[in-house]
């Protein structure tokens, strides 16, 4: 399989005429000389924690803002029963195609409709994990439409493939289809042998995939690739090495958010903290991009900080809760529409060109997304962030609490279990 990845990227070199003829990918170094140990990494025989997306007390507490009977939750609950469809059908392809039709994939784009499908899956596998014990075994036909859904993926799909897009679907839907599997981990209706297989087919589909791209880049020069898609493949690592419990593949994920080439690590990703009379606010290295990949990039973000938490590693709180600053600064920007300031910065187009950033993107100003419930709750309960230090973030979750959550990049109802009542 990685053969197949390899044989892919350098398909593509001629793609890119950032990439000069004296660089050849596989000997690229895949971190920086410097090394950033402020998340110590655990040794690989350590085992991974479940479970590892949202932890029991995450569930428990989402049952109980659920029979609360408390706005938004009962909203977000009524939301999330809406999008479980019993009459859905797996519908897996033997490729994931993001950008097809292209001489690297001559067949048709079709990622949308595992996206459709892992999404279907996810949230039929929360709809069981939340409901109550008095009321499980009615629960019960969500979480076999779950498994049946996840293994006729695992038997069926054999790689993603594309245009260099195949990236973003390796990150993306890979992700997902980890967290989805994560969130079912347990369900005795789920075969030991046939989760096996999903443990195994995550890894062959998207976590060899995701590391394949993160080391070549396409054979691009790795910050030419905006943070976003470093940071989709990362949390895909992540979601699958605890999900097959390897342990390899997720320390490779946090050494390369620590330590990485291109532009999610994670000193690149938030790439300017500010000081003196904006010391709340951190910039994005997408800020100056658009405002649709500025809000993917928190959202991303958002997750990997859970998933890493729940593991024990605390990326919430590196680098002074960098995170939360740069939560602060996207929301002010795009949900309070005030103006931010901009720390001018040089994008790297290919090996010896690139242009200067010198302002905060307005294109898709007031872009919004279901991203803002993990940063805000997990600072407010338990870093015991000040209101001042979170009043942006709180503008974002509230925003967006009520609505119905359908954004096909990232997880969803993820406020079920860490929203706050209004």
Known sequence: MKKIYYLLSISLLPLFSSCGDDIDPIEREYFNVEWDTSIPIKDVSEPMRHPGLFMEADYQRGRENIASGQAPFITMWDNLNSQCDLNIKPNPTVKIIRDGNKPEEPEPTNFQNANYQVTAAYNMALRWRLTSEDKKEEAKPYADKAVEILNAWARVCE????????????????????????????YEGWAEADFKKYQEWVVKVFADANSNYLKVHMGSEPLHYWANWDLCNLCSMMAAGILADRRDIYNEAIRYLLNGIGNGRLTRAINHVFTGEYANFAQLQESGRDQGHATLVIGLLGQISQLAWTQGDDIYGYNDNQFLKACEYTSC?????????????????????????????????????????????????????????????????????????????????????????F
């Open 159 to 186: 790689r993603v493939s594309g245009d260099p897009n195949y990236a973003l679907a390796a990150g993306l839907t890979g992700a997902q289809f980890s967290m989805a599997g994560e969130v079912l981990r347990g």
């Open 333 to 421: 920007y795009n949900v309070a529409r005030l103006d931010v300031p901009f720390e001018r910065y040089y994008y790297k187009q290919n090996w010896t060109d690139g242009y200067w950033l010198e302002e905060v993107s307005s294109d898709a100003r007031g872009n919004n997304r279901h991203m803002w419930d993990m940063p805000y709750y997990h600072y407010t309960k338990i870093k015991h962030a000040t209101e001042a230090q979170t009043k942006y973030t709180y503008m974002g979750y509230k925003s967006k609490a009520a609505e119905k959550d359908n954004d096909n990049d990232l997880i969803g109802y993820s406020a079920l279990m860490f929203g706050v009542s």
